[in-house]
């Protein structure tokens, strides 16, 4: 419980740090919203009355001040300086799109990566060995850009089988999905490989398999339970990486997430918004390592300890 | 190469005798034998390739860069240099764009830039990262632990998500993606020199040169950063490739390259509308981006193996 609460803590402190840092960057860019607002036209003094009106007038430091207060008392994110409305609205719109995206992307490539990657360990030095590495190479290198690219060539010009864009239905999240679990697949197929690799070698799955358990057994029971203990940690903080990190698939397939709006908001010099998405996706980093970190201490009682 | 297959059957003959006596059933045997030492021996064997081909590719990607001007035919902006969207054939072997630019000069001025991003962007990780993990890791105490939670701090910004702070605020340009590239790279370096300075502060090389009467500074770099310029190399190497992803990815969304520039994340931005008739567009520069970084990797990993080889050559004897 200490535990847990001590990384909650902590958790919290880089929490202000990132808005802090997130704020000072963003929020007082050059070309400051003021000056986004009243468009080129504006003389000098409407402008200076719209910034004292923002607020914008104050010391940067006073106007985090200020944010943070709104943000903690009234869940106030400012407003969109496009289209007017609360920033905390647009957020919590794309927010379940990304969510989703993120969770069938990570349970896809724990699926595909864990498949591979135990096949891989247990033939280990043969050919499908050699074609599951091979193939995790190239997953690990292929640019998500690129591989949608081809997908939607393939699955949605060619074939016919799949929407190109859009976010109408289940059909509509398989390609991008796909497209966001390969690096992942790669990478876990390669981590779920060596960690078996070293488990099969250690003494007690001899033991194990001296005490005449069935080959089925050993690897079930006694090498998949603590060889995979590392790959949930990298599964949970590649969820936390998408939930943030997916903006060019999400552009590609035209997915409506938060990655998306982010860059949106970046051409359209909405810096509210972008800083918005920024602190929700930092934000949802944070948790899902917490709650990482916390399911490590779980599956293996060691780490808490020496965290500590 | 007879001989060492003959010691591996001989061995693994030996092994799986020894384990029967014990009563371990012979798949089980062979198994455990996999497991260990014939499967180290295959590593190795397979990291030479890796070394080879990664370094084969890497030159060759190396030598386009600089060699692109006089490879080339075509200037890679020179419009209307063939038919608009022609498919690929002898004088244009990667076909045409929409403005009847070659798209092999694109494509090969192309890697001129993405080793500018894989250079530039190290380059700048790299400084921000080393000084500071080494320094961490050496002193340790409260300058360890202060610049552990600063890149705590770095890294709560998921994924590219620090890079679109850094372009929202200094604007979409190519320069830019590669600064912020660099930014998001630096964490990297620091742990990893700070791992390694950490644990050469024990070393009997280092209490010597204290001893000595050398100055922290030069400890630091006259000491332990050549001991440890083999696996920061290696890093380097294996995260160019990401560098050269990244900027790919910033300008393929826009917020990199912008046209014309042969950049091939914005090649394949500005080939995906046409995918549907002219698929040549979308492919050349993604099979080179792809190519490149496979080399980058295997080279990364057939080093890594080679160094680790040369310091403990006990190894070779296996």
Redesign the interface.
Same mark, same amino acid.
């Given at each position: 419980m200490i535990y847990v609460a001590r990384r909650a803590a902590s958790s919290l402190l880089v929490l202000l740090a990132v808005s802090l840092i997130a704020f000072l960057a963003l929020g007082s860019a050059p070309g400051d919203a003021a000056t986004a607002l009243a468009g080129d036209s504006a003389s000098a003094a409407q402008l200076a009355d719209l910034r004292a009106d923002l607020g914008l007038d104050r010391a940067p430091l006073a106007r985090y001040g200020a944010f943070l207060e709104g943000l903690v008392t009234r869940w106030d994110l400012g407003s969109s300086l496009v289209g007017g409305r609360p920033v905390i609205e647009l957020v919590l719109e794309r927010l379940p799109y990304t969510i989703g995206l993120a969770l069938a992307a990570v349970t896809l490539a724990a699926a595909l990566g864990g498949l591979g990657g135990t096949l891989a360990a247990l033939r280990s030095g043969t050919l499908l060995d050699t074609m599951v590495m091979a193939g995790a190479a190239l997953g690990v290198a292929i640019p998500t850009f690129w591989s949608g690219l081809l997908l939607i060539l393939l699955f949605s010009l060619h074939l016919r089988w799949l929407p190109v864009t859009g976010a109408d239905g289940p059909a509509h999240l398989i390609l991008p999905a796909v497209t966001l679990a390969l690096p992942t697949a790669a990478a876990v197929a390669r981590l779920v490989r060596s960690g078996l690799l070293d488990v099969l070698g250690t003494d007690y799955v001899r033991t194990a398999h001296a005490k005449g358990l069935t080959p089925h057994r050993v690897v079930v029971g006694h090498v998949l339970r603590n060889g995979l203990v590392p790959v949930t940690s990298v599964l949970g903080l590649q969820l936390g990486h998408l939930l943030g990190g997916a903006f060019i698939v999400e552009t590609i397939f035209g997915w409506p997430g938060l990655g998306r709006l982010a860059v949106q908001a970046i051409f359209d010099r909405d810096e509210p918004v972008v800083l918005g998405a920024v602190l929700v996706a930092a934000t949802m980093y944070l948790l899902v390592n917490l709650l990482v970190d916390v399911a490590h201490g779980w599956l293996d009682p060691r780490v808490g300890r020496e965290a500590i | 190469m007879a001989l060492p297959t003959l010691m591996i059957s001989s061995a693994r003959t030996r092994c799986a005798r020894l384990l029967a006596v014990?009563?371990?059933?012979p798949?089980?045997c062979e198994?455990?034998y996999?497991?260990?030492r014939?499967?180290e021996r295959?590593w190795f064997r397979h990291t030479s390739m890796s070394l080879i081909v990664g370094g084969l590719i890497v030159a060759l990607f190396l030598f386009t860069a600089v060699a692109a001007p006089v490879v080339t035919s075509f200037a890679p902006d020179q419009v209307r240099a063939g038919p608009r969207l022609a498919p690929p054939s002898q004088t244009h072997p990667f076909g045409t764009d929409t403005l009847g630019r070659d798209m092999f000069s694109r494509v090969l001025f192309g890697a001129a830039i993405a080793v500018r991003a894989a250079v530039v962007g190290m380059g700048i990780a790299a400084l921000l990262g080393i000084p500071p993990g080494l320094l961490a890791g050496y002193r340790g105490g409260w300058l360890d632990r202060l610049l552990s939670?600063l890149i705590?701090?770095w890294l =709560?910004?998921?994924?590219?998500?620090l890079a679109?702070?850094?372009?929202?605020?200094l604007g #979409?340009t190519l320069t830019n993606a590669i600064i912020a590239v660099g930014l998001l790279g630096a964490p990297g370096f620091y742990r990893l020199a700070r791992g390694l300075a950490l644990s050469a502060r024990r070393m009997a090389y280092v209490e010597a040169a204290t001893a000595v009467g050398c100055s922290e500074g030069r400890v630091l770099v006259r000491h332990i950063l050549p001991n440890l310029t083999s696996s920061l190399v290696v890093f380097a190497t294996m995260r160019a490739?990401t560098a050269i992803?990244a900027v790919?990815?910033l300008s393929?969304?826009?917020?990199g390259a912008q046209p014309p520039s042969p950049e091939w994340?914005a090649l394949? =931005?500005a080939g995906?509308s046409h995918?549907?008739t002219a698929?040549w567009l979308?492919v050349y #520069?993604?099979l080179s981006?792809?190519f490149t970084?496979?080399g980058l990797?295997?080279l990364g990993d057939g080093l890594r193996d080679l160094w680790n080889d040369i310091s403990c050559p006990q190894k070779r004897y296996d």
């Amino acid at each position: 419980m200490i535990y847990v609460a001590r990384r909650a803590a902590s958790s919290l402190l880089v929490l202000l740090a990132v808005s802090l840092i997130a704020f000072l960057a963003l929020g007082s860019a050059p070309g400051d919203a003021a000056t986004a607002l009243a468009g080129d036209s504006a003389s000098a003094a409407q402008l200076a009355d719209l910034r004292a009106d923002l607020g914008l007038d104050r010391a940067p430091l006073a106007r985090y001040g200020a944010f943070l207060e709104g943000l903690v008392t009234r869940w106030d994110l400012g407003s969109s300086l496009v289209g007017g409305r609360p920033v905390i609205e647009l957020v919590l719109e794309r927010l379940p799109y990304t969510i989703g995206l993120a969770l069938a992307a990570v349970t896809l490539a724990a699926a595909l990566g864990g498949l591979g990657g135990t096949l891989a360990a247990l033939r280990s030095g043969t050919l499908l060995d050699t074609m599951v590495m091979a193939g995790a190479a190239l997953g690990v290198a292929i640019p998500t850009f690129w591989s949608g690219l081809l997908l939607i060539l393939l699955f949605s010009l060619h074939l016919r089988w799949l929407p190109v864009t859009g976010a109408d239905g289940p059909a509509h999240l398989i390609l991008p999905a796909v497209t966001l679990a390969l690096p992942t697949a790669a990478a876990v197929a390669r981590l779920v490989r060596s960690g078996l690799l070293d488990v099969l070698g250690t003494d007690y799955v001899r033991t194990a398999h001296a005490k005449g358990l069935t080959p089925h057994r050993v690897v079930v029971g006694h090498v998949l339970r603590n060889g995979l203990v590392p790959v949930t940690s990298v599964l949970g903080l590649q969820l936390g990486h998408l939930l943030g990190g997916a903006f060019i698939v999400e552009t590609i397939f035209g997915w409506p997430g938060l990655g998306r709006l982010a860059v949106q908001a970046i051409f359209d010099r909405d810096e509210p918004v972008v800083l918005g998405a920024v602190l929700v996706a930092a934000t949802m980093y944070l948790l899902v390592n917490l709650l990482v970190d916390v399911a490590h201490g779980w599956l293996d009682p060691r780490v808490g300890r020496e965290a500590i | 190469m007879a001989l060492p297959t003959l010691m591996i059957s001989s061995a693994r003959t030996r092994c799986a005798r020894l384990l029967a006596v014990r009563g371990v059933r012979p798949d089980v045997c062979e198994d455990a034998y996999d497991g260990g030492r014939r499967c180290e021996r295959r590593w190795f064997r397979h990291t030479s390739m890796s070394l080879i081909v990664g370094g084969l590719i890497v030159a060759l990607f190396l030598f386009t860069a600089v060699a692109a001007p006089v490879v080339t035919s075509f200037a890679p902006d020179q419009v209307r240099a063939g038919p608009r969207l022609a498919p690929p054939s002898q004088t244009h072997p990667f076909g045409t764009d929409t403005l009847g630019r070659d798209m092999f000069s694109r494509v090969l001025f192309g890697a001129a830039i993405a080793v500018r991003a894989a250079v530039v962007g190290m380059g700048i990780a790299a400084l921000l990262g080393i000084p500071p993990g080494l320094l961490a890791g050496y002193r340790g105490g409260w300058l360890d632990r202060l610049l552990s939670r600063l890149i705590d701090v770095w890294l =709560a910004f998921p994924g590219l998500l620090l890079a679109l702070v850094v372009v929202a605020r200094l604007g #979409p340009t190519l320069t830019n993606a590669i600064i912020a590239v660099g930014l998001l790279g630096a964490p990297g370096f620091y742990r990893l020199a700070r791992g390694l300075a950490l644990s050469a502060r024990r070393m009997a090389y280092v209490e010597a040169a204290t001893a000595v009467g050398c100055s922290e500074g030069r400890v630091l770099v006259r000491h332990i950063l050549p001991n440890l310029t083999s696996s920061l190399v290696v890093f380097a190497t294996m995260r160019a490739g990401t560098a050269i992803l990244a900027v790919g990815g910033l300008s393929f969304v826009g917020l990199g390259a912008q046209p014309p520039s042969p950049e091939w994340g914005a090649l394949l =931005a500005a080939g995906r509308s046409h995918m549907d008739t002219a698929p040549w567009l979308a492919v050349y #520069p993604g099979l080179s981006m792809t190519f490149t970084v496979v080399g980058l990797n295997l080279l990364g990993d057939g080093l890594r193996d080679l160094w680790n080889d040369i310091s403990c050559p006990q190894k070779r004897y296996d």
